[in-house]
């Protein structure tokens, strides 16, 4: 049975782990992320495992490196060692599901951060997999719904929106529902808009800067680009910039320290505030209550918390990372 956590519940969490159980048993979980090139990733990882540090846990972090193939090596490494438990960023979000299949049947428990596990457009966002403990994610579908929001109440309503789209990479199920939260949401408060552009990145400013001039050059007209993630709007101003345009800039997955003072610069119109680091420790959390807590432990918990839309009118919103 799914269970969502939202803010008041996952602080629950963190502390029913800050107060132990009397574990005496050496453990040791193992970590992938996608990609440690990538600053979320990086506070994500350090929050796990300071969580881990703090209950005496030795914590293995394996990067995948945008790798499907080196993330099934991984498991495969980790699951050989032994280890009590295994947390990870999904590299390909169907893909992955055999990873966790293979650990589920080695008796290790698998928490997912921040990458949804399955076919986005099969399942509800809140949807976890069966052999997980736990998903924990920024509500995505509520970051595309906050970026809307934004868009809606600074454009004129009674013209018709011109919209560039930077989508994450190819095989992140985040991709289909930040844009479903922020589309959906369009229609529902009246904005009339026509996306003349949308393409995928690979989470960089480098390619949200190249794709955005192409984009702009062949539609001079967008008026709101809206980005799967800061890192890649941060390069779309740059774009702007270089070529005397504007546009609103917005994404639904952001809020890190860079996005934060760009948006006071004016250079962002809009970052939805992420917070990795919290991700991260929660992850631990549901992993440690599955390895100690026995047949008490929860299983197919999905975790989220509120999320903030971080502008100029409160540009310290988000917790810094």
């Not at 004129?156 to 989508?167: A, C, F, Q, Y």
């Not at 904005?191 to 480098?206: C, F, G, L, M, R």
Request: hydrophobic content about 45%.
């Amino acid at each position: 049975m799914n269970r969502t956590l939202r803010a008041s519940t996952a602080t629950a969490i963190l502390i029913m782990l800050s107060a132990g159980t009397g574990q005496t048993k050496d453990l040791t979980f193992g970590y992938i992320p996608n990609s440690m090139s990538f600053p979320f990733n990086v506070k994500l990882t350090d929050g796990f495992c300071a969580k881990a540090a703090e209950k005496g846990v030795k914590c293995v972090i394996l990067d995948s490196k945008m790798s499907m193939e080196r993330q099934a090596n991984q498991f495969d490494d980790l699951i050989g060692q032994g280890v009590d438990a295994i947390g990870l960023m999904a590299d390909d979000s169907v893909a992955v599901q055999v990873l966790i299949d293979k650990a589920s049947q080695a008796g290790i428990p698998v928490a997912a951060s921040s990458v949804f596990v399955g076919d986005p457009t099969a399942h509800e966002p809140n949807w976890v997999y069966p052999n997980l403990t736990a998903l924990v994610m920024t509500d995505d579908t509520e970051a595309g719904v906050i970026a809307a929001k934004y868009v809606a109440e600074h454009v004129d309503k009674s013209k018709e929106v011109i919209i560039g789209v930077l989508e994450g990479a190819p095989g992140f199920a985040t991709n289909e529902l930040r844009q479903k939260g922020f589309e959906d949401t369009l229609k529902a408060e009246g904005v009339k808009y026509n996306i003349v552009a949308s393409q995928a990145t690979d989470w960089t400013p480098e390619s949200g800067d190249r794709i955005c001039q192409n984009m702009l050059t062949a539609h001079p007209d967008i008026s709101v680009v809206f980005s799967h993630a800061d890192q890649m709007n941060m390069g779309c101003s740059r774009a702007l910039a270089g070529m005397g345009k504007h546009a609103l800039l917005v994404d639904a997955s952001g809020g890190s320290t860079l996005a934060a003072n760009a948006v006071k610069a004016g250079e962002l119109d809009m970052t939805a505030c992420n917070q990795p680091g919290l991700i991260g420790e929660l992850t631990f959390a549901a992993l440690y209550e599955a390895v100690t807590a026995g047949k008490a432990a929860k299983k197919g918990q999905y975790i989220a918390y509120p999320m903030v839309a971080v502008s100029k009118e409160n540009p310290d919103a988000c917790p810094a990372w």
